[in-house]
């Protein structure tokens, strides 16, 4: 029995029941890098790797019972023994989700707001920016819940710098 990879999958699926073409396969690449990785990848890495009770456990505690806490148990035991204890370690689990999570609502908010409104690609930056850095600035003057940080700051002003390059590329970066 042969298997298909489970992008190829997902791609024929959507392509055959909608009836959408190539242009559409190209848009879901783009999803897919644009969205789902980057808000995937930024998730996994909070739910295992963070250690202090948020709230989303107490959901996961809700819905699994005590099975949760060994998971989260051992998630944490395997963050810990891959990652480590040092500042890198420390910036992974706790700025990284973030800097991801900040370039997937930029895409989001250039796509679907600063796009349709030709929004200039001078003026993109700054919204960028202040995606970046409001939340993190609520924080600190405790609009916000949470914990404000620099490295957060710098981190998803990195992300930033990121979908800056991707949006001005010249390139056709997913074809």
């Not at 989260?72 to 480590?84: E, I, Y």
């Not at 040092?86 to 800097?99: D, E, H, K, R, T």
């Not at 707001?113 to 003057?141: H, M, N």
Request: glycine content about 8%.
């Amino acid at each position: 029995m042969n298997r298909v990879p489970l992008d190829r999958f997902l791609l024929n699926l959507i392509v055959r029941r909608r009836g959408l073409g190539a242009m559409n396969k190209k848009r879901l690449k783009i999803l897919l890098c644009k969205y789902f990785v980057p808000l995937g990848l930024g998730s996994a890495i909070y739910v295992a790797c963070r250690r202090p009770r948020l709230l989303y456990e107490r959901l996961f505690y809700y819905l699994f019972g005590s099975q949760w806490l060994q998971v989260k148990s051992s998630m944490n035991h395997g963050c810990a023994h891959v990652l480590g204890d040092g500042l890198i370690s420390q910036m992974i689990v706790y700025s990284l989700p973030n800097a991801l999570w900040v370039m997937t609502l930029c895409f989001f908010v250039d796509e679907c707001l600063l796009c349709p409104l030709r929004v200039r690609k001078s003026s993109r930056i700054g919204i960028y920016f202040c995606l970046a850095i409001v939340p993190d600035l609520l924080q600190a003057v405790g609009f916000l819940p949470g914990t404000f940080d620099f490295l957060d700051i710098g981190s998803a002003l990195i992300g930033v710098g990121v979908v800056t390059s991707i949006n001005c590329m010249p390139l056709k970066l997913f074809e």
